[in-house]
Nanobody
Framework: QVQLVESGGGLVQAGGALRLSCAAS????????MGWFRQAPGKEREFVAA????????SYADSVKGRFTISRDNAKNTAYLQMNSLKPEDTAVYYC?????????????????WGQGTQVTVSS
């Protein structure tokens, strides 16, 4: 099994930045593609960014492209989401997810493991 723990959320003013971390347990982190999703109050969970197991392929939601950067450090069993130029509409609980597979995935159903989520609040 894979256990995922997010950290780095908090309260930030619009235009600010945060970096989320996702620490994975076990010895097989490099075998999994990683994704970040978010869920705002009253809304469905939505895709934010994904990175392949090799780190060579990236995908971003249009709403965050150019502002967010997903990365991973397999030696540290950790994935990251650098969030710059934050907007109030970025406010949500952010979830880290892991999946087996070669291709990128943007659908929640394609992910096998989920973290508990970390709150990101952006004030205007």
């Amino acid at each position: 099994q894979v256990q995922l723990v997010e950290s780095g959320g908090g309260l930030v003013q619009a235009g600010g930045a945060l970096r989320l971390s996702c620490a994975a347990s076990g010895r097989t982190f490099s075998s999994y593609g990683m994704g970040w999703f978010r869920q705002a109050p009253g809304k469905e969970r939505e895709f934010v960014a994904a990175i392949s197991w090799s780190g060579g392929n990236l995908s971003y939601a249009d709403s965050v492209k150019g502002r967010f950067t997903i990365s991973r450090d397999n030696a540290k069993n950790t994935a990251y989401l650098q969030m710059n130029s934050l907007k109030p509409e970025d406010t949500a609980v952010y979830y880290c997810a892991a999946r087996a597979g070669i291709s990128l995935a943007t659908m929640t159903g394609r992910y096998d493991y989920w973290g508990q989520g970390t709150q990101v609040t952006v004030s205007s």
